[in-house]
């Protein structure tokens, strides 16, 4: 399964440019300028948002980047908030896109880690925080965020835990959007107040601990749940309690 159908500038690419290989003001074959111009505009504005956040992917900064004119982005897209954040979400494709043949529950769980990864690995878990902080009182930013990346993201997991009920790996009738939620909340809300450590083994503890509920009977039999590590009670920090 793919996760990248969600990106609308790639799944154009391929036809636009086959139709303007030969056509007027084609920069090279097999792609017209137009395109390689959007190209240049998601990366500048990826690569902004990965330096400085939102206040860096100015309209203005991007525009220099990418060596187009303000109205050249205009044309695509309709605020700094929805190009800003799907040249993010472009820089952070890597982290929804899954394998081929892996089960619902092992795709719930390389979900969640590599959510966990990219925030903890890359300025992208500063610029998460500062996106939800900016997204409270600016509805652009909130808009953005809700169609450029929780959209795409979720759609690529409500997928998985479709398919998981048809083929018995996960329970029948489970509520997808409530599912959802349970499975990647824990992850958003250690990133958001960090009470505590944001990791991996987090992040797998807690999906296992979600899929106690909503496995199916078609569950592998050879991969049992994972056994959490032993810790004192006094390794907790009291305010990991909640």
Do not use: C, N
Not at 33 to 49: D, F, N, P, Q, T
Not at 88 to 104: I, K, Y
Not at 156 to 171: N, S
Not at 188 to 206: C, N, Q, T, V
């Amino acid at each position: 399964m793919s996760a990248t159908t969600g990106h609308s500038g790639q799944a154009a690419a391929a036809p636009a440019a086959a139709a303007g290989a030969h056509g007027e003001g084609a920069a090279r074959a097999g792609r017209p300028r137009s395109e390689e111009r959007r190209a240049a505009i998601l990366a500048a504005a990826g690569a902004l948002m990965m330096e400085g956040g939102l206040r860096a992917a100015t309209m203005e900064a991007i525009a220099a980047r990418a060596g187009v004119g303000k109205a050249t982005i205009y044309k695509w897209w309709p605020s700094r908030g929805a190009v800003a954040l799907e040249g993010f979400m472009l820089r952070a494709a890597g982290s929804w896109t899954l394998p081929e043949g892996v089960d619902a529950p092992e795709a719930l769980r390389i979900l969640a880690v590599a959510a966990v990864r990219l925030f903890t690995g890359t300025p992208a878990g500063p610029l998460m925080r500062a996106l939800a902080a900016d997204a409270q009182s600016d509805p652009e930013v909130a808009q953005a965020l809700r169609e450029q990346w929780l959209g795409p993201r979720r759609a690529v997991a409500a997928e998985v835990i479709r398919q998981g009920m048809e083929r018995g790996e996960l329970r029948p009738g489970l509520d997808v959007a409530v599912t959802l939620d349970l499975v990647f909340a824990p992850v958003y809300y250690r990133l958001l107040f960090s009470h505590d450590a944001l990791d991996e083994e987090f992040a797998e503890r807690a999906v296992e601990q979600v899929l106690a509920g909503i496995a199916g009977d078609a569950r592998p039999p050879d991969r049992p749940p994972r056994e959490p590590p032993a810790r004192e009670a006094s390794e907790r920090a009291p305010s990991a309690r909640e």
